[in-house]
């Protein structure tokens, strides 16, 4: 299969898409999200994997808009352990390193290692293994960058330190997304892991309105497991709710709970079942 992602081969996402399609999987680059999602839309790719949340970082709002935007389905998840290393072409020693290139939030997720290190400037740049990319292209004098070890074997180059985020619990969450009429798949070693069910909905703005909407999933004993507003496009001050709960939307109980919601909200949009990372 063909999978879209965002970023230079090598990228957090790469291993997403091995993880989720296996290692047969053909990962295709695209510079942008929105080319990630225009690329599955055109037929151009089979499917494709996004990032949506890191445990530290928070929700990936560009790609919330985009799953509404565009008639996709959910059909699995992945989480990914993000290990950055400090990686340099050969021959460059930690000693000689007086610059670090990777995505902002990468940096900032080795803000202990940087004010260690005061010497080091930091530089943003748009991706992680494209830093890694960059650096072993155009050699920057006391250049070095800050991406996962796959990105290392891929350009060749070495790895300085290894591990130098500052929580080691950190994690990205992905999506496989795929056209609407898909069915679920299931990852290596998910196949007994609980189901899940995305959705995106939005109420009138009234007094309890919220309360009653998640009230048609609690009267069923349902777990939601994350909710997140995003803003209304056209409607200032008017919020959609993105919102994931245990169970599958043929199950009994969320059919009954999709339904009641339908009734409350002005609008409601199943994103996928698939099974839980």
Known sequence: MRAAFQGELGAFSQQAIAQLLGPKARPIAQPWFDQVFAALASGDVDAAVVPIENTLHGSIHENYDLLLKHDFVITGETSVRIVHNLIAPPGVTFSKVTRIYSHP??????????????????EAFYDTAGSVKMVMEQRPPGAAAVAGALA?????ARILKRGIEDDRQNYTR????????SKPRTAAGSAKKPWKTSLVF????????????????????LNITKIESRPLR??????LFYLDLLGRSSDAAVKYALGHLGELADF???LGSYRSA
Do not use: M
């Open 105 to 122: 939030v990468a940096l900032n997720q080795c803000l202990d290692f940087l004010a260690a290190h005061k010497n080091i400037q930091r």
């Open 152 to 156: 290392a074997e891929i350009y060749k």
């Open 174 to 181: 992905f999506f496989l997304l795929e056209p609407a009429g």
């Open 202 to 221: 939005s109420t009138r703005n009234s007094p309890g309105a919220l309360f009653r909407s998640l009230s048609a999933i609690a009267l069923r004993d």
């Open 234 to 239: 056209g409607k200032p001050w008017e919020y």
């Open 268 to 270: 409601l949009r199943v």
